[in-house]
Nanobody, 121 residues
């Protein structure tokens, strides 16, 4: 069982810096794909905004491409999402996610508890 714990959220000024960290425990996640999702409002679907696969492949949603950076440190079982150009539209609950591929071709998803980010002056 994998536990994910996010940190680094809170109130951020537009144009300031934001760094979200997610630490995994309970298992080595170096073979997992690691993702960041966000949910703008309660009840809305969570949107995948950045992913870094176990082979290092990185993808971004158009909404954050060029502004956000995702990185992973397998030695520390950590994935980080950061930006130096947040805008009010980035205000959301952010969730860390780990995808484990099973031997039979399926996936097991693990989620962090979520962390609120508010971008406002």
């Amino acid at each position: 069982q994998v536990q994910l714990v996010e940190s680094g959220g809170g109130l951020v000024q537009p144009g300031g810096s934001l760094r979200l960290s997610c630490v995994a425990s309970g298992s080595d996640v170096s073979a997992y794909d690691l993702n960041w999702y966000r949910q703008i409002r309660p009840g809305q679907l969570r949107d995948l905004i950045a992913s870094v696969k176990s082979d290092g492949t990185i993808k971004y949603a158009d909404s954050v491409k060029g502004r956000f950076t995702i990185s992973r440190d397998n030695a520390k079982n950590t994935v980080v999402l950061q930006t130096s150009s947040p805008v009010p539209e980035d205000t959301a609950m952010y969730y860390c996610n780990a995808e484990q591929r099973t031997n039979i071709g399926g996936k097991i998803w693990y989620w962090g508890q979520g962390i609120q980010v508010t971008v406002s002056s």
